[in-house]
């Protein structure tokens, strides 16, 4: 089992607010990824990051912000929340010598 | 580009009875493959991969797959579902070299009646 963590699990929040939603793997792994995923939908990759200092967007234009400073800890951050960023995002870790990704549970973030 | 096709999008079947889910990649060269399960308000579980070598590969709870390159398909199976089955199943496909992206398809839900 993968030890990686997110939090909040869950959050509602009013329109204009800022929000980070925290990731943290304990693995050692360079390589985190966040997805958003609406609910019975695919998951769209929004950024990606191969390590320290080292931030991409991903295939799905985002507002969000990302920053790694640390290889364990990858948060992504909303300036001004609006309630089309209600969504799931989940984070993944993967390690430099394999393939699959390893995913935390996710946040659930309402934007009202 | 690669792509995945999941086109179940619902299958419901009976507990003990066998499973198939359906999966079908579009990519250049040898992918990668991977089927994840995701229950309700989780993350994403890994079940199984395919990399190279035996075209059939065991995952965890009871889980294979099979790997056609002719079909380009990569099948799930279980011979026996359990009720603790129903979730959402998702296949997946990285390129074999350099990009480090996976790319999704967008799930099969599988609902176990007793």
């Known amino acids: 089992e993968a030890d990686i963590y997110q939090t909040p699990r869950y959050l509602v929040i009013g329109t204009g607010k800022k929000i980070t939603l925290e990731c943290s793997q304990t693995?050692?792994?360079?390589?985190m990824y966040w997805y958003q995923q609406d609910p019975g939908m695919e998951l769209h990759l929004i950024h990606y990051s191969y390590g320290v200092n080292s931030t991409e967007k991903g295939d799905l234009s985002s507002e969000s912000t990302v920053s790694r400073i640390r290889t364990e800890h990858f948060p992504l951050t909303l300036e001004s929340a609006r309630p089309s960023h209600t969504s799931q995002y989940l984070c993944?870790?993967?390690?430099?010598?394999?393939?699959?990704?390893?995913f935390g549970p996710g946040t659930r973030l309402t934007v009202t | 580009a690669q792509s995945v096709t999941q086109p179940d999008i619902h299958i419901t079947v009976s507990e003990g009875a066998s499973l198939e889910l359906r999966c079908n990649y579009s990519y250049g060269a040898t992918p990668y493959l991977f089927w994840y399960v995701q229950s309700p308000g989780q993350g994403l579980q890994l079940l199984l991969k395919y990399f190279s070598g035996d075209t059939l590969v065991q995952g965890i709870k009871g889980f294979e797959a099979e790997f056609k390159r002719s079909q380009s398909s990569f099948n799930l199976r279980k011979p026996s579902v359990h009720w603790s089955d129903a979730a959402e199943y998702f296949c997946a496909v990285g390129a074999s070299a350099g990009n480090e992206k996976l790319t999704f398809g967008t799930g099969t839900r599988l609902t176990i009646i007793p």
């Open positions: 693995m050692g792994h360079d390589k």
């Open positions: 993944a870790s993967k390690g430099t010598n394999s393939y699959e990704q390893y």
